[in-house]
T-cell receptor, first 115, second 114 residues
Framework: KQEVTQIPAALSVPEGENLVLNCSFTDSAIYNLQWFRQDPGKGLTSLLLIQSSQREQTSGRLNASLDKSSGRSTLYIAASQPGDSATYLCAAPRGSGGSNYKLTFGKGTLLTVNP | EPEVTQTPSHQVTQMGQEVILRCVPISNHLYFYWYRQILGQKVEFLVSFYNNEISEKSEIFDDQFSVERPDGSNFTLKIRSTKLEDSAMYFC????????????FGPGTRLLVL
């Protein structure tokens, strides 16, 4: 059974700072890992999907890395802005022996970027 | 850009009533999902649907739940007899595994059972 953990649970930074959000997963036999953003009371916006064959994926100021052997992924946000304030969720599909399409989510990191 | 849509955005119902949550997935996608998020908790998988049948379901998805793709565009989740503990945000998602398997989520339906 896949378990996903995210640390820290909450993070508050001043505007302009670079930051790293961490995600760990227990079953490393995954094909990909997805990062989402969730604004309060809203849906999930897909930010990045990293295939298991990739080590990094970049979109604008966001960079996600994946290390399957250690069961870890990080989301790096450069030059943070107040508009980046949201909850960031990491989701991994089930690994060995199961569907690639059922996502298991972490509880998220609540990011606050202060102007 | 294509997106997943869901209706209604909010639904209030009495315990024991039936509710139907509706979703329109992205048009060329082949896999459809329902997830839910109880307030303050993790997003949880409920069910996946492919080729007009359930491909996987969680232990949450008991006999009170059913899914249907009644036509070529809609995907519905029915809860037959709602319980207080069904109160949650319900998310529909879709994906095209021929591409990168990214799951695209709708904005959610907030269900409140009184």
């Amino acid at each position: 059974k896949q378990e996903v953990t995210q640390i820290p649970a909450a993070l508050s930074v001043p505007e302009g700072e670079n930051l790293v959000l961490n995600c760990s997963f227990t079953d490393s036999a995954i094909y990909n890992l997805q990062w989402f953003r969730q604004d309060p009371g809203k849906g999930l916006t897909s930010l990045l999907l990293i295939q298991s064959s990739q080590r990094e994926q970049t979109s604008g100021r966001l960079n996600a890395s994946l290390d399957k052997s250690s069961g870890r992924s990080t989301l790096y946000i450069a030059a943070s802005q107040p508009g980046d304030s949201a909850t960031y969720l990491c989701a991994a599909p089930r690994g060995s022996g199961g569907s690639n399409y059922k996502l298991t989510f972490g509880k998220g990191t609540l990011l606050t970027v202060n102007p | 850009e294509p997106e997943v849509t869901q209706t209604p955005s909010h639904q209030v119902t009495q315990m024991g009533q039936e509710v139907i949550l509706r979703c329109v997935p992205i048009s060329n996608h082949l896999y459809f999902y329902w997830y839910r998020q109880i307030l303050g908790q993790k997003v949880e998988f409920l069910v996946s649907f492919y080729n007009n049948e359930i491909s996987e379901k969680s232990e949450i998805f008991d006999d009170q739940f059913s899914v249907e793709r009644p036509d070529g565009s809609n995907f519905t989740l029915k809860i037959r007899s709602t319980k207080l503990e069904d109160s949650a945000m319900y998310f529909c998602a879709s994906s095209d595994p021929r591409l990168q398997e990214t799951q695209y989520f709708g904005p959610g339906t907030r269900l409140l059972v009184l």
